[in-house]
């Protein structure tokens, strides 16, 4: 059964059973026309590539599912098989539980433990809506026995219309192997500067990682109906992730805690690392999207 929450000029609808994810997210103008902010999970495409999802205990990929860590070899599921990789923790393939709920805000709960999986932890996902958008609190508590790296991540599918551009402050992004995954040499990348954002209708295939975005600020503009997003992080989620396809109108701004497959390549920094939980330990970030009109140029 999914929960729809109506409040402050936005509509939120949630799936709890289904890994928690977001199947859409509209606002309201005062005209009352309502716009769609995430591409709406409506079943038309498959799962996980709408809406908005939670990436727990780690963001994006890692290389073949393994690394060491502590003298250990840690083995993950390989959820990509055609690639090789693990992706996108485990949390989205599992329900959460409804800890409470009103007229604006969800509070979900998530209790993992899997036979031959070392990651057991909590995680917690507070969904509220007020007139200063979506706002989305993330938490995983590590309730295992062992000190493990945990990160996390939140995956939002955005609408791209043929002008739309993204926004904001970085220095560079990480340059790619030829599996996608980073390697730690920085390039620059024009097309997100604030003074002249260029639009990603044009734009071919991108998949880029970007250290330390600052100031945790992105800008979406879609000129043809006036309307600018503000997507805002906080806490662990320092540093974005930007995927664009060249096949849909959507794209992808991810506030993330690390780098991908980081626990491969420490070369990466300890900036981008995934943070160290003894049991007990909890990591937590929040993401914020909010829109307006405006008045394009």
């Known amino acids: 059964m999914t929960i729809t929450l109506i409040a402050g000029g936005y509509r939120v609808v949630v799936d709890p059973a289904g890994g928690g994810v977001i199947l859409s997210l509209d606002w309201q103008a005062k005209t009352g026309t309502w716009s769609a902010l995430f591409a709406p999970a409506d079943g038309s495409v498959p799962p ?3 809406g908005c999802f939670t990436m727990l205990p780690f ?3 890692i290389k073949k599912g393994r690394f060491g860590f502590d003298g250990r070899e840690i083995v993950l599921s390989v959820n990509l098989p055609d690639e090789g990789m693990a992706i996108h923790g485990f949390s989205r393939e599992h329900p959460w ?4 709920l009103n ?3 969800l509070f979900l709960e998530q209790n993992f433990a899997s ?3 070392l990651y057991q932890y909590v995680a917690q996902q507070e969904i ?3 007139e200063q958008g979506l706002r989305i609190g993330l938490s995983i508590r590590n309730t295992g026995e062992h000190t493990l790296p945990f990160g996390m991540g939140l995956h939002p599918w955005f609408v791209k219309t043929p002008r739309t551009t993204l926004s904001f402050g970085s220095s560079g992004a990480f340059e790619r192997d030829e599996a996608g995954l980073p390697l730690p040499k920085r390039v620059e990348t024009p097309i997100f500067r604030s003074e002249a954002p260029e639009s990603l209708g044009e734009l071919p295939y991108f998949d880029r990682f970007f250290p330390e975005w600052s100031p945790f600020l992105a800008r979406i503009c879609r000129p043809e109906e006036g309307l ?3 997507l805002e992080a906080d806490g662990a989620l320092r540093h974005l992730h930007v995927f664009v396809p060249d096949n849909r109108p959507v794209f992808c701004a991810e506030p993330v805690s690390h780098a991908p497959d980081v626990v491969n390549r420490p070369e990466l920094g300890e900036s981008n690392a995934m943070a160290v939980l003894q049991p007990g330990d909890t990591l937590s970030g929040a993401m914020t999207v909010r829109a307006e009109n405006y008045l394009p140029s």
């Open 128 to 130: 509220g809506l007020s």
């Open 59 to 61: 963001a994006n990929r």
């Open 48 to 50: 996980f590539k709408a």
């Open 228 to 230: 600018a997003i503000t």
């Open 103 to 105: 007229d604006a805000k």
């Open 115 to 117: 036979v031959g999986n």
């Open 97 to 100: 539980r409804v800890a409470s």
